[in-house]
């Protein structure tokens, strides 16, 4: 192994790159099933994480142009999650040119190369993930392998994102500070982070040594962008959640206490319909009582009269 960097050892390299050929593995199986059927959210998600997770280790080992590539394209897939990118061709054409790249990338990071010595235009496919949000179009077809215009998919897909949105709203908003002061933290490190890449940077070491602080750098900083972006993004949803749940809540206890008055009210129509009865009840023994009176009174006059 050439010398990339003291810290990445022999055996972190051995690791690094048994990781790498078990994502690539599972990427395959996961992108012929999302191609298959793009509305395989299992599939899409699986995709996903190989990205992240050679975006993750790429970035731990200082393999930074592989792990720039995975970053962006796992920040398109994540906007497919979300519903607010389709699956359209243009991403399947780019998943099918970035797959035979990752292992060139891999070759280069081992040998102490850049992506450019093995030929592979790296901010071209930054590029292009980048500007596929920007792009319309009809969803991708898999019996074709082109683009359809079906509107019922794309209200299947916003339906389906609105349920799973809605099935995790209660588990959100319970989560949500620890979240929020995590992703803070981790904001914080970031921070102090970049600042020193950018100092390193400011110093005279060799050429190579500069281009990966300055990769580092800018790596650093479009992370703070994603964090600062993803907690207001989650502050102004989690507000909106509490305040629909907060609603519902309010609805809910409402119509508890219709139920409560209805059944107070049947409980009262009760309770005057048994004290009615006990009232007649109580009439008719005072009756009986009065006229066994009456008739004991009469007996004895007549006894007297009589005698």
């Known amino acids: 192994m050439s010398n ?24 395959d199986e996961n992108l012929a099933d999302w191609k298959q059927n793009p509305e395989n959210d299992k599939a899409l998600k699986e995709v996903r994480r190989a990205f992240h997770t050679l975006k993750g280790s790429g970035r731990m ?142 110093s005279s070491p060799k050429r190579q040594e500069v281009e990966a602080v300055k990769r580092q750098a800018d790596s650093l900083g479009r992370e703070i962008s994603d964090l600062k972006y993803f907690i207001k993004n989650s502050t102004e949803q989690t507000q909106q959640q509490i305040q629909d749940v907060q609603q519902q809540t309010q609805k809910n206890v409402s119509e508890k206490l219709g139920d409560l008055d209805k059944y107070r009210d049947r409980m009262m129509d009760e309770m005057d319909k048994r004290l009615e009865k006990h009232t007649r009840e109580m009439n008719v023994v005072a009756l009986k009582g009065a006229f066994a009176a009456f008739s004991l009174s009469a007996l004895m006059i007549i006894v007297l009269v009589m005698g």
């Open 4 to 27: 990339t960097d003291d810290a990445v050892t022999d055996e972190i390299m051995e690791i690094f790159s048994e990781e790498v050929a078990e994502v690539l593995v599972l990427m």
């Open 61 to 202: 080992v200082q393999a930074f142009d592989l792990g720039e590539l995975a970053w962006a394209v796992e920040s398109l897939l994540n906007s497919v999650i979300e519903g607010s990118q389709k699956p359209i061709h243009a991403i399947f054409e780019l998943l099918a040119d970035v797959r035979p790249v990752i292992p060139k990338l891999l070759n280069a990071f081992e040998n102490g190369s850049s992506a450019s010595d093995v030929g592979v235009p790296l901010h071209d496919f930054i590029q292009r993930a980048e500007d596929i949000p920007h792009e319309r179009g009809p969803v991708y077809d898999p019996q074709t392998g082109q683009e359809t215009s079906d509107a019922l998919m794309d209200d299947a897909n916003d339906r389906a994102v609105q349920t799973a949105e809605l099935d995790l709203l209660a588990v959100r908003v319970n989560q949500f500070d620890d979240q929020l002061v995590k992703l803070k933290a981790q904001l914080s490190g970031l921070t102090g982070e970049l600042a020193i890449a950018q100092k390193l940077q400011q």
